[in-house]
T-cell receptor
């Protein structure tokens, strides 16, 4: 089956720093989503991005489907950005999840 | 407001009991999903349903059961056959099979 790998597994940054999270997948997919899981467990949709680039405030994402990767950029990090970031790819009507990147933003 | 509602937020189960977790959505989505998350881990698919009265097993269906009698509702029963049920359970829905998925706030189940 498809493998989804996220890197880095852990990231600790100071408030105000920028970061790039990566998601690699091993086969062609129909779609890709990025989620943020906050410390209370809530999963928040960030981007639904099968290809191309999208931006939402300080966050942006780029998916290069032909090369089987996606990047999530966080600029000017805030403490509220802390949590776990997951990417999930769609294949055969199911979402296949990466293991996540745990991000800690220090004040 | 449109969304997905899971209840209860916290649930305690005694050994040997069955418990049912509720998931309701008013987004008019066809597909619904149940995931399990253990501490520090990613999400694992338990069951999913593409349409009413139909559902399929995911990767870890043993010890769980579901029903899909209404489009809006997809309850999950954790049976006594599930040997290690303590976990965080998340319900999701999408407008079609694995379109953009939206999640409820989750239920934390603890065996006491």
């Amino acid at each position: 089956g498809i493998q989804v790998e996220q890197s880095p597994p852990d990231l600790i940054l100071q408030e105000g720093a920028n970061s790039t999270l990566r998601c690699n997948f091993s086969d062609s997919v129909n779609n890709l989503q990025w989620f943020h899981q906050n410390p209370w467990g809530q999963l928040i949709n960030l981007f639904y991005i099968p290809s191309g680039t999208k931006q939402n405030g300080r966050l942006s994402a780029t998916t290069v489907a032909t090369e089987r990767y996606s990047l999530l950029y966080i600029s000017s990090s805030q403490t509220t950005d802390s949590g776990v970031y997951f990417c999930a790819v769609e294949r055969d009507y199911q979402l296949i999840w990466g293991a996540g990147t745990k991000l800690i933003i220090k004040p | 407001d449109g969304g997905i509602t899971q209840s209860p937020k916290y649930l305690f189960r005694k050994e040997g009991q069955n418990v049912t977790l509720s998931c309701e959505q008013n987004l008019n989505h066809d597909a619904m999903y149940w995931y399990r998350q253990d501490p520090g881990q990613g999400l694992r698919l338990i069951y999913y349903s593409q349409i009413v009265n139909d559902f399929q097993k995911g990767d870890i269906a043993e010890g769980y059961s579901v029903s899909r009698e209404k489009k809006e509702s997809f309850p999950l029963t954790v049976t006594s056959a599930q040997k290690n049920p303590t976990a965080f359970y998340l319900c999701a829905s999408s407008i079609r099979g694995a379109g953009e998925a939206f999640f409820g706030q989750g239920t934390r189940l603890t065996v006491v």
